[in-house]
C-alpha cells in the first residue's frame, strides 16, 4: 500500500516538473495572477453567495457593530525558540450598534486570545490581547486570530508575524559522560 502510494506521489511530483517546465512563462503569470487575487478576496472575507442561496441582503448599519483597529498585523521581528509574545490589538467601535464579540479563534494551539467580553457602545473602545508561545515553533511563524462579532463582514482576522530561531546546541544542558574511578 505504502509502495503504491509512493509510485503515484512520484509519478505526480514527476508529472508536475514536466508540465511546469513545458508551460510558457506567460500561462504561469496568469495562473500566479489569478491566484493572487484569490488569496487577495479570501483575505477580504469576500463571501460569493451559493446559487441555491434565496437571497443575501446587506446588513442594516443600525443593526451591527463595526470594527475600526489602529492595525489588524503585528510583527514581533525576530525571537528564540521558547519566548512569548505579547500583543493587544485596540479597537474603536465606529458602528451604530453596539459591538459584540460572540468568539476568538485562534489558528493553533500556540496562540491563546482574550477580548472585551462586554459589548462595546458606539464610540468605545475595546481589546483583544493575543499571546504566541514559541515553544516547539521554529522558522517562519504567522498564526491568526478569528474575530466573530455583530459586524459586517462578521469575521475579522488578526495575524502576528516574525521568525523563531531554533535554540541553538550550546544552549542545551551539557551531556555528562561517564565517570572514572
Same mark, same amino acid.
Given at each position: !500500500? %505504502?509502495?503504491?502510494? =509512493?509510485?503515484?506521489?512520484?509519478?505526480?511530483?514527476i !508529472?508536475a !516538473?514536466?508540465?511546469?517546465?513545458?508551460?510558457?512563462?506567460?500561462?504561469?503569470?496568469?495562473? %500566479?495572477?489569478?491566484?493572487? $487575487?484569490? %488569496?487577495?478576496? !479570501?483575505?477580504?472575507?469576500?463571501v460569493?453567495?451559493?446559487?441555491?442561496?434565496?437571497? *443575501?441582503?446587506?446588513?442594516?448599519?443600525?443593526? *451591527?457593530?463595526? @470594527?475600526? @483597529?489602529?492595525?489588524?498585523? @503585528?510583527?514581533?521581528?525576530?525571537? =528564540?525558540?521558547?519566548?512569548? /509574545?505579547?500583543?493587544? @490589538?485596540?479597537?474603536?467601535?465606529?458602528?451604530?450598534?453596539?459591538?459584540? %464579540?460572540?468568539?476568538? $479563534?485562534?489558528?493553533?494551539?500556540?496562540?491563546?486570545?482574550?477580548?472585551?467580553?462586554?459589548?462595546?457602545?458606539?464610540?468605545?473602545?475595546?481589546l483583544?490581547?493575543?499571546?504566541?508561545? =514559541?515553544?516547539?515553533?521554529?522558522?517562519?511563524?504567522?498564526?491568526?486570530?478569528? *474575530?466573530?462579532?455583530?459586524? =459586517?463582514?462578521?469575521?475579522?482576522?488578526?495575524?502576528?508575524?516574525?521568525? *523563531?530561531? $531554533?535554540?541553538?546546541?550550546?544552549?542545551?544542558?551539557? /551531556?555528562?559522560?561517564?565517570?572514572?574511578?
Amino acid at each position: !500500500m %505504502i509502495k503504491k502510494l =509512493s509510485i503515484v506521489a512520484c509519478a505526480g511530483i514527476i !508529472m508536475a !516538473m514536466w508540465v511546469g517546465c513545458s508551460e510558457k512563462t506567460d500561462e504561469k503569470d496568469e495562473r %500566479i495572477a489569478a491566484l493572487e $487575487q484569490k %488569496i487577495s478576496q !479570501m483575505e477580504q472575507n469576500q463571501v460569493v453567495a451559493p446559487s441555491n442561496a434565496q437571497s *443575501v441582503q446587506a446588513a442594516d448599519p443600525g443593526t *451591527v457593530g463595526a @470594527f475600526d @483597529f489602529e492595525t489588524t498585523e @503585528f510583527d514581533f521581528g525576530t525571537i =528564540s525558540e521558547g519566548e512569548v /509574545v505579547e500583543h493587544v @490589538f485596540n479597537f474603536k467601535n465606529k458602528g451604530e450598534a453596539p459591538l459584540v %464579540i460572540s468568539n476568538v $479563534q485562534a489558528s493553533c494551539g500556540c496562540t491563546s486570545p482574550e477580548w472585551t467580553k462586554t459589548p462595546i457602545k458606539p464610540g468605545e473602545e475595546g481589546l483583544i490581547k493575543v499571546v504566541f508561545n =514559541s515553544t516547539s515553533k521554529t522558522g517562519v511563524q504567522s498564526p491568526t486570530v478569528s *474575530v466573530t462579532a455583530n459586524t =459586517s463582514p462578521n469575521v475579522t482576522r488578526l495575524r502576528l508575524k516574525g521568525t *523563531v530561531n $531554533q535554540k541553538t546546541a550550546s544552549a542545551a544542558r551539557p /551531556v555528562e559522560g561517564p565517570v572514572k574511578k
